[in-house]
């Protein structure tokens, strides 16, 4: 069933979220040029003050160099705070894949679900659902075609794979 209030809800988290991304790149370039600023006006009057001993030529490449400089500070920040920030998916992947296996369709487990079954049909008996209820959960995929919409091509074409029981899968696209 299509919510869509919580469409809206999820659209405005997610773009508060970009909103704070934005301002916090705009502090930093705001910190960064400040800092690229008073380097060059260091380098600026360092060549002034020292006129007789530096010549013009040096002094410009000094100026010119510094400059360029404050984009190379300004471009290795930025690239090391993006790393960051994409850093986060793969630790999220490490903690998927470190976190403890789901617990194993052994006796307890089929009978706690057993006991969901027969408490969805409002019965304790649940002797004819267990039978048919598969002890070890497999995926099996042959053949498949997906499509996102009924007038489009497919995206996914002949795909095939099987996922055995305790295998933990990550899609991603």
Known sequence: V???RRVVHIVDLVN????????ANRWLAVRLE????????????????SRGVLSAALAGLVLSYSTQLTGVITWTVRTFSDAEQQMSSVERIQD?????PFPSEEA??????????????GSRK?????????RFGAL????????????LEPTLRGVT????????????G
């Open 108 to 121: 307890e487990s089929a009978q706690s679900a057993r006991d969901i079954m027969a408490s969805k049909r």
């Open 161 to 172: 794979f099987q996922v055995q029981a305790g295998e933990k899968v990550g899609v991603v």
């Open 2 to 4: 299509f919510d869509g």
């Open 34 to 49: 400040l800092l690229s600023a008073a380097l060059i006006m260091f380098s600026a009057a360092f060549a002034v003050a």
């Open 140 to 151: 099996e995929f042959t053949d498949v075609q997906m499509r996102y919409r009924p007038d």
């Open 126 to 134: 649940s002797a004819g659902a267990t039978r048919s209820w598969p």
């Open 96 to 100: 998927y894949i470190r976190s403890p």
């Open 16 to 23: 508060k979220l970009m909103l704070t991304s934005v301002c």
